[in-house]
């Protein structure tokens, strides 16, 4: 089975940097668009940044300028580099990849969720 799994959350100041990690594994024939997004208590769950097949970005206005998205397709995985944090970034960021698995062909690609990682920017 498909698994997406995320990685580098933690504790930083407002101001500093992490870099998020997302990696996919099983039987993986190709993923589509690769997906940042976070999610506070008691709020909807919001999309950060999209990196599509192309290479093609875009970020919410809040993010542009401070995260940067990126993909390796050779590794399955994609990155979130965050910097200038502010205590507003905090929340729990999730992956989504659209992938087609090479078991569900011919059927269509489907979306696969990470866990989630915790990202607190402290004062």
């Known amino acids: 089975q498909v698994r997406v799994v995320e990685s580098g959350g933690g504790l930083v100041q407002a101001g500093g940097s992490l870099r998020l990690s997302c990696a996919a594994s099983?039987?993986?024939?190709?993923?589509?668009?690769m997906d940042w997004y976070r999610q506070v208590p008691g709020k909807q769950r919001e999309l950060v940044a999209t990196?599509?097949?192309?290479?093609?970005?875009n970020y919410a206005d809040s993010q542009k300028g401070r995260f940067t998205i990126s993909r390796d397709n050779a590794k399955n995985t994609a990155y979130l580099q965050m910097d200038s944090l502010r205590q507003e970034d905090t929340a729990v960021y999730y992956c989504?990849?659209?992938?087609?698995?090479?078991?569900?062909?011919?059927?269509?690609?489907?979306?696969?969720w990470g866990q989630g990682t915790q990202v607190t920017v402290s004062s």
């Open positions: 099983g039987s993986i024939y190709r993923i589509h668009t």
């Open positions: 990196v599509t097949s192309d290479g093609s970005t």
């Open positions: 989504r990849f659209l992938i087609q698995s090479r078991g569900s062909m011919p059927a269509g690609p489907a979306m696969y």
